[in-house]
């Protein structure tokens, strides 16, 4: 499994090398090989997560080194999504050092299999925890198309006028798309606290974070729907709402302790 999973790292630095490489010196060819050595990343990375669970016997999200591992996972997935079905390949140069970044945190974790605590022996730990994995990744590709699309609006060039539509909208439902599964991971985290501890709510950093993380972009869709706000103002919005997300990841875990602590 180590394999697996430091080839996909390896995999992931070459493949953000290359499209570095691509862009500073506008070779189409070197972006072509910097996707192949993407879609060998994630190919690894994947079957590194099957087997884990397989070896495991459960779904491998149960502590910070498979939950970064997926939430890298979910990040490259929504980046092949978006290059195959709607052309973005304006995406991978901001989104593949952000994917190598979360799989590098992720390295530094313990990755020993352990079993779950009886707390998390339940119907809703894949629920729960996946449509977290999902709601921070689509936050996190939503943020790397607002910092593309800043950039993108200093040349103010007018052919690029249909490439930042495009970045605005995707954005827009990026963010929705995040809220939406937010919103289950904290009704489904309630409905299981109360059943695991008999409460819903018990004012658990983890949980704290993850309310505030929601409404900051509740906040975005409000001024996206009601104000009708949209281009660059919402473009620094979801950049600059990053780092929460990534505190809610990660920081929350390391800097203080509580029920979330083993994950």
């Keep these: 499994m180590?394999?697996?999973f430091f080839g996909s790292l390896v995999l992931y630095f070459a493949a953000m090398a290359l499209q570095f490489a691509a862009v500073a010196f506008r070779k189409e060819k070197l972006g072509k090989a910097a996707w192949i050595a993407?879609?060998?990343a994630f190919a690894a990375q994947t079957a590194y997560i099957i087997v884990r669970g397989v070896v495991a016997r459960r779904l491998p999200l149960s502590n910070q080194f498979e939950f970064a591992t997926a939430f890298a996972w979910g990040v490259a997935l929504m980046l092949l999504v978006l290059r195959t079905r709607m052309k973005a390949e304006w995406l991978s140069a901001i989104a593949l050092p952000m994917i190598f970044f979360i799989l590098s945190f992720a390295a530094l974790q313990p990755r020993e299999i352990t079993d779950l605590m009886p707390a998390l022996r339940s119907g809703w730990f894949?629920?729960?925890i996946g449509s977290a994995?999902?709601?921070y990744s689509a936050f996190i590709v939503a943020g790397c198309i607002g910092l593309r699309y800043i950039l993108l609006s200093r040349k103010?060039?007018?052919e690029d006028s249909f490439k930042l539509q495009q970045m605005d909208w995707l954005s827009y439902r990026l963010v929705a798309?995040?809220?939406l599964m937010l919103t289950v991971t904290i009704l489904s985290g309630a409905i299981w606290a109360e059943q695991a501890w008999s409460?819903?709510?018990t004012w658990d950093p983890k949980e704290v974070w993850a309310l505030i993380t929601w409404i900051i972009y509740v906040v975005y869709l409000h001024l996206r729907l009601r104000s009708r706000k949209q281009g660059l103002v919402m473009a620094w919005y979801v950049l600059i709402a990053v780092p929460v997300v990534m505190f809610t990841f990660a920081g929350v875990n390391t800097l203080m302790s509580g029920l979330h602590s083993y994950g």
């Design 2 to 4: 180590n394999v697996l």
């Design 38 to 40: 993407f879609l060998a």
């Design 126 to 128: 894949g629920f729960h």
């Design 133 to 135: 994995v999902i709601s």
């Design 156 to 158: 103010n060039r007018e």
């Design 177 to 179: 798309l995040g809220v």
């Design 199 to 201: 409460a819903f709510w």
